[in-house]
Every structure is written in C-alpha cells, then in structure tokens.
C-alpha cells in the first residue's frame, strides 16, 4: 500500500512500567501490535521512534530507553532516536518518509500532551495527512487532569483543528484496520 506509513512514538520501558506506567498501556500496546502487523502485512512501513534523554530514564542504552518486550517488531521496522518531543527535528524521518513516497501517516504511542501532539502537528505542517488512532496513544498520571481526560481532551482538539488547512484525522484502530487494511 504506497503512501502511508504507521509511526509508533516513544513506547519505551520506563513509560509503559513501573508505579506511574502509562494509562492503559497494555491494551495501547496490544492495539498497536494490531496495527502494525496489519500494516507489515499489507507492505506498509512502520517507524518506531525512540526518545532519549542523557542522564534521564530514557538515556540512550539504558534499560527505560528499550522498547517493551510486549511490543512486536520486525528487522525491516525503521527505529529512529530523538531528543524532543517532535519525531521530525533534527531526525531522519521526514527524508525516510519521502524516499518511500509517503504522504499519509498513522500515528500512535506516548505521551499524548507531548510527543504525540508535537509529532502529529508537525508532520500536518510538514504536508502529511496525518490520522491519529485515537484509541492507540496514552500518557501518564500527573497533575489535574487525568490520563483519560487528556487523551479525551487531545482526541477532541485534534478532531476540531485545521492546521493551516490540513486537519488531523482522529480515527479509533477499529475504523482503520476496516479502511485502510481490509
């Protein structure tokens, strides 16, 4: 399937477990293997992006920075590193996507309020038509809202705003195995 590209951002070790694990992590990372063995299936490319920090939970290397064991990938999945919290700075995605021709992007992971949202709202800038699986992206627990109000809170925002004429599509991983991969 030529023009889309599944992008999963920062399901890492030290978010999907300990005390403050993201919210429904487990079931965030089985709809994501869904997805991308859906998309492997089909011949589309999966991007796993992997944020680092040096000196954090995340530092390069280290046991938080690792991919969950839970999360299935292939020798043909692209990992990226990055060190912010938009998957396109300073990283070879933008350029990995155009090589392969890719205009459309699925996009899930962590954290919604962060990663997720600077990803989704450059790669809408950058020209991509841009679908987040709204059911497939968490974070974690903090202060005032909740880890359910903010995905419900970001679903809503990213449905309603244009972004200069390119709207994010906010879509459940139900609705788009049913479309993209039937």
């Not at 990055?82 to 954290?111: M, N």
């Not at 919604?112 to 974070?139: M, P």
Request: charged share 20%; proline share 4%; hydrophobic share 40%.
């Amino acid at each position: 399937m030529a023009g889309v590209a599944v992008v999963v951002v920062d399901v890492q070790h030290a978010f999907f477990s300990g005390p403050n694990a993201a919210y429904r992590g487990d079931a965030v990372i089985d709809g994501i293997n869904r997805l991308t063995a859906a998309a492997r299936s089909g011949g589309v490319p999966v991007f796993i992006v992997q944020h680092e920090e040096p000196g954090d939970e995340v530092e390069y290397g280290s046991e938080g920075w690792e991919l969950p064991d839970s999360l299935v990938r292939t020798d043909d999945d692209r990992l990226l590193r990055k060190s912010v919290g938009d998957s396109f700075h300073k990283t070879s995605l933008q350029a990995q996507l155009d090589a392969l021709g890719v205009d459309r992007l699925l996009v899930c992971g962590f954290a919604t309020e962060y990663c997720i949202n600077t990803s989704i709202r450059s790669a809408a800038l950058l020209g991509y038509k841009t679908t987040v699986i709204s059911d497939l992206h968490t974070t974690q627990a903090g202060p005032g809202l909740t880890p359910a109000q903010i995905v419900e809170h970001h679903n809503w925002v990213w449905n309603t705003s244009s972004l200069q004429g390119n709207p994010v599509t906010v879509r459940p991983l139900a609705e788009v195995l049913a479309t993209e991969f039937a």
